[in-house]
């Protein structure tokens, strides 16, 4: 097994992407803490590790609030006594013309999807430095990479989780700590049925514009997530690894 005794928080755990790779680092022999905002998805998340014979706890969890991510680590550590794996996940999204993006919509997702993952690394690599070893992944985007219409508030978030993941890898590469970044494209999830919404493209529309015919599948980002997690990464930090069935090659 991959993640044998390792201890993983996993954030936004309660669905999509954060929920898949919760269960395949269960099935990897990873001890999970699953944060999420909403509790009940969270915790069922911790239900479903517990059917497949790991442990997990679950802690609500917003990823912007200080105070809940002291929480998180002191809780990770009490329980489980150290924290090999840090999965960024959790984030927003919202697909809106410069015009039209409200400042506060501006700084609500500024506050998740950048400062809460600016929060995490501040609060856990320290704990991994100090124990010398440690992967953080951080979740960007296409939208980090390249430049599309509608996403300057969700690309901009992204964008800054990109170059923040290269400056702590920089910052922390002689501590063992790995800090690497992953790019996906749409993925079936919550998040690509929003966008079906909003551009008024049918998921099939969708599937089309990718050079493989579809869009991705949170089972597949997982694991990408599960190799930058495991030692099979050991020589991977600062790293964007991209997953978009071929949509940014160019
Ligand atoms: N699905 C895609 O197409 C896609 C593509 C590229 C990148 N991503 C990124 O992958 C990550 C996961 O996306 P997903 O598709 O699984 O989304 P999702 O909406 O299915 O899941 C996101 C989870 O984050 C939680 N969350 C939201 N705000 C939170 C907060 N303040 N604190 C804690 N938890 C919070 C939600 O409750 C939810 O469980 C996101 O960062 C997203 O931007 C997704």
Partial sequence: MKLENKVAIITGGGTGIG???????????????????????????VDEIK?????GIFIKHDVSNEEDWKQVINETINHFSTIDVLFNNAGIYIIKPLVETELEEWNRLMSINVTGVFLGMKHAVPVMAKQKSGSVINASSVAGLNGAPGHVLYGASKGAVRIMTKYIAMEYANTGVRVNSIHPGYIETAMANYASEQTGHSKEELDKTYPLGRMGKPEEVAKMVLFLASDDASFSTGAEFVIDGGATVN
């Fill in 51 to 55: 059917a497949l014979g790991s442990e």
């Fill in 19 to 45: 929920k898949k790779t919760a269960l395949l680092f269960a099935n990897e022999g990873a001890k999970l803490v699953i944060t999420d905002i909403n509790e009940e998805s969270g915790r069922k998340t």
